[in-house]
């Protein structure tokens, strides 16, 4: 048996509730992990709020970093004792789990279980929206919004070490020091009424090559206005809320744009993938070349309070849970 937080209700953090619970299936390809430290995502509200519907009861959240306990009889790259993370498993608010080995990743001695526990599924996302969704050149300009964020600040930190220009933007004049900490070369606040002349300004009207916007509904349509013609849009996020539906003919009318909608395990959907990415994120921590966030540590029983800090908008450190 184990401990863990079950949803039975859609709604407010509250509902997030501990509770006994079994640990789960196995086969031959399975591992026992006993998680040291849990990620908590913002994709772990949109199931809790009931904006990606699950089936209830439902144990949430899908990072963690734990020790294997035990191996299935055919798993053959990790061994009982290793400490290794996954992202993208449902089911991670639980102190002991069996899980499918094949998606899992050893840690690197220079990166804290802590770390790889908060920052793993943002690491992972910057790596495929930068390298593989579209491969960042010195010569691009970029808008990253909410770029103080956990996962926003990832992505500046890398696409500047890449070379190119970055306009981050922010919901607040108090995330402007932690935007500009991030490497961006100009920080801007959305929600103002002349945010696209800014860009305009910025960019001698030759607008920019890619937006990245985990945002949503609160910069959607303006950011379409921001990219040059045959751009590409990332809306990889929406946390003011999904975007308005719009009309597909207004990606002609702006500059025959590209729109994507991407998420996370269409990108590791297979073990190798899951490594490469990994490996690479890991490298550039060990490097010094991004850094995440503080963090916030709550045990398991607190997991209603670490959202509520996930969801306060005036916090920069980056919540954990600690069985």
């Given at each position: 048996?184990?401990?863990?937080?079950?949803?039975?209700e859609y709604g407010g953090p509250e509902n997030l509730r501990l509770e006994t619970v079994e640990t789960g299936t196995a086969d031959d390809a399975s591992i026992l992990i006993r998680n040291v430290a849990i990620g908590v995502n913002f994709i772990d509200t949109y199931f809790r709020r009931g904006i990606y519907p699950t089936t209830l009861p439902a144990v949430i959240g899908d990072q963690g970093v734990g020790i294997v306990e035990e191996c299935g009889?055919?798993?053959?790259?990790?061994?009982?004792?290793?400490?290794?993370?996954?992202?993208?498993?449902?089911?991670?608010?639980?102190?002991?789990?069996?899980?499918?080995?094949?998606?899992?990743?050893?840690?690197?001695?220079?990166?804290?279980?802590?770390?790889?526990?908060?920052?793993?599924?943002?690491?992972?996302?910057?790596?495929?929206?930068?390298?593989?969704?579209?491969?960042?050149?010195?010569?691009?300009?970029?808008?990253?919004?909410?770029?103080?964020?956990?996962?926003?600040?990832?992505?500046?930190?890398?696409?500047?070490?890449?070379?190119?220009?970055?306009?981050?933007?922010?919901?607040?004049?108090?995330?402007?020091?932690?935007?500009?900490?991030?490497?961006?070369?100009?920080?801007?606040?959305?929600?103002?009424?002349?945010?696209?002349?800014?860009?305009?300004?910025?960019?001698?009207?030759?607008?920019?090559?890619?937006?990245?916007?985990?945002?949503?509904?609160?910069?959607?349509?303006?950011?379409?206005?921001?990219?040059?013609?045959?751009?590409?849009?990332?809306?990889?996020?929406?946390?003011?809320?999904?975007?308005?539906?719009?009309?597909?003919?207004?990606?002609?009318?702006?500059?025959?744009?590209?729109?994507?909608?991407?998420?996370?395990?269409?990108?590791?959907?297979?073990?190798?993938?899951?490594?490469?990415?990994?490996?690479?994120?890991?490298?550039?921590?060990?490097?010094?070349?991004?850094?995440?966030?503080?963090?916030?540590?709550?045990?398991?029983?607190?997991?209603?309070?670490?959202?509520?800090?996930?969801?306060?908008?005036?916090?920069?450190?980056?919540?954990?849970?600690?069985?």
């Amino acid at each position: 048996m184990a401990k863990a937080i079950v949803l039975r209700e859609y709604g407010g953090p509250e509902n997030l509730r501990l509770e006994t619970v079994e640990t789960g299936t196995a086969d031959d390809a399975s591992i026992l992990i006993r998680n040291v430290a849990i990620g908590v995502n913002f994709i772990d509200t949109y199931f809790r709020r009931g904006i990606y519907p699950t089936t209830l009861p439902a144990v949430i959240g899908d990072q963690g970093v734990g020790i294997v306990e035990e191996c299935g009889s055919a798993v053959t790259h990790v061994n009982v004792g290793d400490r290794v993370a996954y992202a993208s498993i449902f089911g991670a608010y639980i102190d002991r789990r069996w899980v499918d080995s094949s998606q899992v990743v050893r840690v690197p001695d220079e990166v804290s279980s802590e770390v790889a526990a908060a920052s793993l599924t943002r690491g992972l996302t910057a790596e495929y929206l930068l390298f593989r969704l579209h491969s960042i050149k010195p010569s691009d300009t970029i808008i990253v919004h909410a770029a103080a964020g956990g996962t926003g600040s990832i992505i500046c930190q890398w696409a500047r070490h890449m070379g190119a220009r970055v306009i981050g933007t922010v919901g607040s004049e108090a995330k402007f020091d932690a935007a500009k900490q991030a490497g961006c070369d100009f920080v801007l606040l959305h929600s103002q009424d002349d945010f696209v002349e800014q860009i305009r300004d910025i960019t001698d009207g030759k607008l920019v090559d890619v937006v990245y916007d985990s945002v949503g509904k609160d910069t959607f349509n303006k950011s379409l206005e921001c990219i040059k013609p045959r751009g590409l849009m990332v809306a990889f996020g929406n946390a003011s809320g999904k975007p308005d539906p719009m009309d597909v003919l207004a990606l002609a009318r702006c500059g025959s744009l590209f729109l994507t909608r991407p998420i996370l395990t269409h990108y590791v959907s297979t073990q190798e993938e899951l490594e490469f990415s990994a490996a690479r994120y890991f490298a550039a921590l060990a490097d010094g070349i991004v850094t995440p966030h503080a963090l916030t540590a709550y045990s398991l029983n607190d997991a209603s309070a670490a959202h509520e800090h996930l969801e306060d908008r005036s916090k920069l450190s980056i919540p954990i849970l600690v069985p």
